[in-house]
């Protein structure tokens, strides 16, 4: 079990409802300063969204939330990651996604055992301000080739147009935010990106 090549990071449940039913292999729900209570109920509720179209959930940050549902997946920052309760998460069965900038941070993730490494930001985003350049296609050539077998999911600025460059590069999965919250339609974004991907 790991990331399908194409998953989109969502901030709430309500666009689970929206996107998931198109086909989406893998989600990520990325939920930002709301109560535990809030959190807690959401992530029950994209749990049940998401089994029922045989779709993994990935929950970024609240790790004991998504141990408490039991998500499939979890997925942490460098700084989430330094307070996590590492023994909990792998005894709960769920995964670990682990957010990768620099050499330092590869090493950490790898130390940690990570299920799947994220690299980012592989192009400039608009999603948010980042203190990390641009890594380029050639860090992703060169994460992978450190990490082997483990998947290698790129982040950040990722398009149908750069997909295809990114997977050769040796990418196994393309994690997208902003080419599809922004599009006017972003269930027709979704289809293309699922048909752009179909034989991946």
């Known amino acids: 079990m790991q990331p399908s090549v194409f998953y989109p990071?969502?901030?709430?449940?309500?666009?689970?409802?929206?996107?998931?039913?198109?086909?989406?292999?893998?989600?990520q729900l990325r939920i930002k300063d709301q109560p535990l209570d809030v959190v807690a109920a959401a992530i029950a509720q994209a749990l049940e969204i998401t089994r029922r179209s045989s779709c993994q959930l990935i929950v970024n940050d609240y790790w004991q939330q998504a141990i408490d549902?039991?998500?499939?997946?979890?997925?942490?920052?460098?700084?989430?990651?330094?307070?996590?309760?590492?023994?909990?998460?792998?005894?709960?069965g769920a995964r670990l996604g682990i957010s990768t900038h620099d050499a330092q941070e590869l090493d950490i993730a790898l130390a940690a055992g990570a299920d799947y490494v994220a690299l980012g930001p592989v192009y400039a985003t608009r999603l948010k301000?980042?203190?990390?350049?641009?890594q380029g296609l050639d860090r992703v050539r060169?994460?992978?080739?450190?990490?082997?077998?483990i998947p290698l999911v790129a982040i950040?600025?990722?398009?149908?147009?750069?997909?295809?460059?990114?997977?050769?590069?040796?990418?196994?999965s393309l994690a997208v935010i902003t080419d599809v919250m922004t599009d006017p339609q972003p269930e027709a974004r979704i289809r293309t990106w699922l048909r752009d991907l179909a034989d991946r």
Do not use: C, F, N
């Open 9 to 27: 990071i969502v901030p709430d449940v309500g666009w689970l409802s929206r996107i998931v039913p198109l086909g989406v292999g893998t989600v």
């Open 69 to 92: 549902a039991g998500a499939d997946y979890i997925h942490l920052g460098q700084e989430d990651l330094a307070i996590a309760d590492l023994k909990a998460i792998r005894a709960s």
């Open 129 to 134: 301000v980042m203190r990390w350049e641009p």
């Open 142 to 149: 060169q994460w992978k080739k450190t990490i082997g077998k």
């Open 156 to 172: 950040g600025g990722m398009t149908p147009a750069r997909a295809p460059g990114v997977l050769a590069a040796g990418a196994d």
